[in-house]
C-alpha cells in the first residue's frame, strides 16, 4: 500500500514509473522514507500522522523561501501521509564526524563540519521565524510551561520509574517546577529547532543541510545549541565544545546583544533541561520500544548527566539530589568506570629494571630521578623512605625536587586531560631512581596525590621495592 501510494505521486510529479524503489534505515521516529530512483532521484516519505507532515511540509517551503539549506518537497498526496521532497545523499553529520567521536580526536575536517553546522545555527533561529505562522507548529506552537513539565514528566515517567530509585513525587515536582521558570526567563520570539543534533544534519557538497525540523516551534535559542553541544554520543571534547560555543555566540551577536558570562550562566540550565528530556526519550525508545541504539545510548547520557552535577544547581535541590542517586546507581557506574581513566603511577629501583605497563598498552613516562641530590648517599636517612618526615625535609629544603616535579606535572597533567577527553583507560607513570626509597618514592606519591586532587581520577600508587600500594578512588 506505501509503495504503490508513493509510486502514484512519483508518476504525477515526474510522468513516469520509477525504476527503482529502495527503503532507507528507520530513525528514530515512525515515519518511513524510501529513495526512489527514475528519471528523478528523489525520496519519498510516509508518515502516519498527519498534522506532524503538514507542519514539516510547511516549515519546510517556509524555510526554503528565506533560503535555509532544507529539502525542497515536491509533491504532497491528497491526505498529507505521503510526500516527495530531493534527496540529499546518504552522509549524516554523525557519521561525517564518526572518527572524531570514536577517538575524541576530531580532525581539521571534521571541525569545519562542525564549525558550519554551528554557525548556520542563529541564523536559522532568527531568519527562521521571520514570518512563521508557529500556530502550525505540532504538536506546540511553543516552548511554554505545559511542554516543559511534559518533557521532564517524560523523563519521570519513561526513565526515573525504571530503574526503581524511590523518590518523593511531591518534592520532584516543585523542582520542576522551578525549572520551567528558570528556563521561561529566556523566552524569546525565535525558531527553536528542538531537536538539532548531528543526526539530523545532513552533509552535501560538504555543507550542512537540515532535516527533522517537524518538532520545531518558537522558544529561547539557549535550547538548541545545548541539544547539538550535549548530544550523548557524539562525545565532543570540552575545548572544541567550547570553540564551538564561542563561534555561536559571535554569529549569534548578528541578531541579539550576548553578555557571554550571563549566556553560559543560563545554557547549563538548558543542558540540564535537555539531558532529562533526552533520558525520557531513551526510556520510551529503548525499554518501551526495545529499539537497542537508544538503550546502548543511555550510558553517554548519564555520564553527561554526573559532570553536570559536578557543579551545584542550587535552584533544584532535591531533583539534583534524586539525579546524583541516579548516577550513582550500580547498573551505569559500573559501565562508566568500564570506560574512566585509571592512572598507575609506581615507583622503583632502576638496578631491579623498568617496571613493565600492567595494561598490556605499552608506553607511558618514566622519570628518572637520579639527577635530584640523594638523601640516601647519608647514613642518617637509610633507614626512611620518601614517605617519612626526615626524607621529606631533605629533599624540600634541598629544593632540587621542586623543578623537576614542577617540569613533570606539566608533561602528565596535559595527558590525563587529554585522556579523559578521549575516553582513553589507563595511563602508566614512573618514578625511579638508584634504590627505589627515596625520590623516586616521594616523586611518585606526591604525582598521585597531585594527579587524583586535579582530576579526580583513580590512581592506583604502587612503592615496588617498598611493597607499599594505595588507591586514590576517582572522583568523577
Not at 165 to 193: C, G, H, I, P, W
Not at 204 to 211: F, G, S
Not at 248 to 259: A, C, F, T
Amino acid at each position: 500500500m506505501i509503495l504503490e501510494e508513493l509510486e502514484k505521486l512519483y508518476i504525477s510529479h515526474t510522468g513516469s514509473k520509477p525504476t527503482a524503489i529502495e527503503e532507507m534505515p528507520s530513525s528514530g521516529s515512525n515515519r518511513r522514507y524510501f529513495r526512489m530512483k527514475g528519471v528523478a532521484d528523489l525520496i519519498g516519505a510516509y508518515g502516519s500522522c498527519r498534522e506532524e507532515n503538514e507542519t514539516f511540509i510547511y516549515i519546510a517551503r517556509h524555510f526554503k523561501e528565506k533560503g535555509l539549506p532544507v529539502p525542497q518537497v515536491y509533491a504532497v498526496s491528497e491526505n498529507c501521509e505521503y510526500y516527495l521532497q530531493e534527496d540529499l545523499g546518504d552522509t549524516l553529520l554523525f557519521n561525517a564526524i564518526e572518527k572524531g567521536r570514536i577517538t575524541n580526536v576530531f580532525s581539521e575536517e571534521e571541525k569545519i563540519l562542525l564549525r558550519k553546522t554551528i554557525k548556520l545555527l542563529p541564523s536559522v533561529q532568527f531568519e527562521g521565524s521571520e514570518g512563521l505562522d508557529f500556530s502550525r507548529c505540532y504538536p506546540q506552537s511553543e516552548f511554554n510551561h505545559r511542554s516543559i513539565l511534559w518533557d521532564l514528566n517524560y523523563f519521570k515517567y519513561c526513565f526515573l520509574k525504571t530503574t526503581e530509585l524511590d523518590f518523593q513525587e511531591d518534592r520532584l515536582e516543585d523542582d520542576f517546577q522551578s525549572m520551567a521558570d528558570v528556563l521561561l526567563k529566556s523566552s524569546s520570539n525565535t525558531f527553536m529547532y528542538r531537536d538539532f543534533q548531528s543526526r539530523n544534519v545532513m552533509i552535501k557538497d560538504n555543507e550542512p543541510w537540515l532535516i527533522d525540523f517537524q518538532g520545531g516551534r518558537k522558544g529561547p535559542y539557549y535550547y538548541d545549541i545545548a541539544s547539538f553541544l550535549w548530544q550523548a554520543k557524539a562525545r565532543y571534547p570540552e575545548s572544541l565544545r567550547m570553540e564551538l560555543i564561542d563561534l555561536y555566540i559571535e554569529s549569534l551577536k548578528k541578531y541579539v546583544d550576548v553578555d557571554k558570562t550571563e549566556f553560559m550562566k543560563q545554557l547549563r540550565h538548558f543542558v540540564l533541561f535537555r539531558t532529562l528530556q533526552v533520558l525520557g526519550a531513551y526510556g520510551f525508545r529503548g525499554y518501551f520500544e526495545k529499539k537497542p541504539h537508544f538503550i546502548q545510548s543511555v550510558p553517554f547520557a548519564i555520564e553527561n548527566l554526573a559532570k553536570l552535577l559536578q557543579e551545584d544547581y542550587p535552584e533544584y535541590p532535591y531533583l539534583c539530589e534524586v539525579l546524583r542517586k541516579l548516577t550513582n546507581l550500580k547498573q551505569f557506574t559500573d559501565e562508566l568506570k568500564k570506560r574512566q581513566l585509571t592512572v598507575k603511577v609506581m615507583s622503583f629501583a632502576y638496578k631491579k629494571g623498568i617496571p613493565d605497563d600492567p595494561s598490556g598498552n605499552g608506553g607511558g613516562f618514566v622519570f628518572d630521578c637520579r639527577a635530584v641530590n640523594n638523601p640516601g648517599k647519608y647514613e642518617r636517612y637509610k633507614p626512611f623512605t620518601g614517605l617519612d618526615g626526615p626524607v621529606i625535609t631533605f629533599l624540600e629544603n634541598d629544593g632540587e625536587i621542586f623543578p623537576f616535579l614542577e617540569h613533570a606535572y606539566a608533561l602528565v597533567d596535559a595527558s590525563v586531560k587529554r585522556y579523559m577527553e578521549r575516553g582513553f583507560t589507563s595511563l602508566s607513570i614512573c618514578f625511579g631512581c638508584t634504590g627505589g626509597q627515596h625520590r623516586s618514592v616521594y616523586s611518585a606519591q606526591h604525582t598521585a596525590e597531585h594527579i587524583n586532587k586535579k582530576f579526580g581520577v583513580k590512581v592506583e600508587l604502587t612503592h615496588r621495592e617498598q611493597n607499599i600500594e594505595k588507591t586514590f578512588e576517582s572522583k568523577l
